[in-house]
């Protein structure tokens, strides 16, 4: 009999797939935002509007798996710009929030930033924070319509941020590598306060060191894990997200589940 060895499908293995199948040069990614009730425009629902942002992707030779726009980003940006907006009142002191592993498209921050006015910290390593830009500056106006803005930075996971602590830390499919698990965890757990809420959108690839990921939060900054439900009642999803849904993982931690 012969045997059969089976290879892992492996993160770079999907975003070829994703380069191969799916590119796009350009991707439209529209948003439903809350607006407050002053803001309503005349002929449309009731404090509902929509925002877009046009996102270059560049190609996996560029950057390996930053250059991809992953399914975990689109569905984690849209549930921010869902369930952050509207932005707080003119005049109060801006939110901040904390984008790890940005991407080359720093989707997440653009969409705390354009629905919820956050002051945005989105952050990669060098390579891919330029193309970063890039992004931020194609979206530069639809990005500052709520008084929100974004900046990038370089961090490594393992250091501190700039800004001691955050109102907000986001990341979509940052727990690929389990090597890294303890870095950023430890980049949190920095960037956390009594207040922060946590928000990271993954493909489930390796359940055991994924739940050994988020006890290793509760142990060092006692954030605590719910899951956020993608079923029927995720009315803020786009269709052609229903489909993409197998194995994606949402999760919500904050000191006070």
């Given at each position: 009999?012969?045997?059969?060895?089976?290879?892992?499908?492996t993160v770079q293995?999907?975003?070829?797939?994703?380069?191969?199948?799916?590119?796009?040069?350009?991707?439209?990614?529209?948003?439903?935002?809350?607006?407050?009730?002053?803001?309503?425009?005349?002929?449309?629902?009731?404090?509902?509007?929509?925002?877009?942002?046009?996102?270059?992707?560049?190609?996996?030779?560029?950057?390996?798996?930053?250059?991809?726009?992953?399914?975990?980003?689109?569905?984690?940006?849209?549930?921010?710009?869902?369930?952050?907006?509207?932005?707080?009142?003119?005049?109060?002191?801006?939110?901040?929030?904390?984008?790890?592993?940005?991407?080359?498209?720093?989707?997440?921050?653009?969409?705390?930033?354009?629905?919820?006015?956050?002051?945005?910290?989105?952050?990669?390593?060098?390579?891919?924070?330029?193309?970063?830009?890039?992004?931020?500056?194609?979206?530069?106006?639809?990005?500052?319509?709520?008084?929100?803005?974004?900046?990038?930075?370089?961090?490594?996971?393992?250091?501190?941020?700039?800004?001691?602590?955050?109102?907000?830390?986001?990341?979509?499919?940052?727990?690929?590598?389990?090597?890294?698990?303890?870095?950023?965890a430890t980049t949190?757990?920095?960037?956390?306060?009594?207040?922060?809420?946590?928000?990271?959108?993954?493909?489930?690839?390796?359940?055991?060191?994924?739940?050994?990921?988020?006890?290793?939060?509760?142990?060092?900054?006692?954030?605590?894990?719910?899951?956020?439900?993608?079923?029927?009642?995720?009315?803020?999803?786009?269709?052609?997200?229903?489909?993409?849904?197998?194995?994606?993982?949402?999760?919500?931690?904050?000191?006070?589940?």
């Open positions: 009999m012969a045997l059969v060895v089976r290879r892992e499908r293995d999907e975003a070829l797939a994703i380069a191969a199948s799916s590119f796009q040069h350009q991707v439209r990614v529209e948003l439903l935002v809350q607006e407050a009730a002053e803001d309503t425009r005349a002929g449309q629902e009731a404090g509902i509007r929509e925002l877009i942002l046009d996102v270059v992707n560049f190609s996996f030779e560029d950057l390996g798996v930053g250059a991809v726009l992953w399914t975990s980003a689109t569905i984690l940006a849209r549930y921010i710009a869902w369930h952050w907006s509207p932005p707080p009142p003119l005049g109060t002191t801006p939110r901040t929030c904390l984008e790890l592993g940005c991407g080359s498209s720093a989707l997440l921050g653009m969409a705390a930033a354009a629905a919820g006015g956050f002051s945005v910290t989105a952050t990669d390593l060098p390579q891919v924070i330029k193309l970063a830009r890039r992004n931020l500056r194609r979206n530069e106006e639809t990005v500052g319509v709520s008084g929100g803005h974004v900046r990038t930075r370089v961090l490594h996971w393992g250091e501190a941020a700039e800004q001691e602590t955050f109102d907000l830390i986001v990341g979509a499919d940052i727990l690929y590598l389990q090597d890294m698990h303890a870095a950023l949190i757990a920095q960037a956390a306060d009594e207040s922060t809420e946590v928000l990271l959108c993954y493909r489930e690839r390796h359940r055991d060191a994924e739940a050994s990921f988020f006890r290793m939060l509760q142990d060092q900054c006692e954030l605590h894990g719910e899951a956020i439900d993608l079923g029927e009642d995720a009315f803020w999803l786009a269709p052609e997200d229903r489909g993409k849904l197998l194995d994606i993982r949402l999760t919500h931690l904050s000191r006070s589940q």
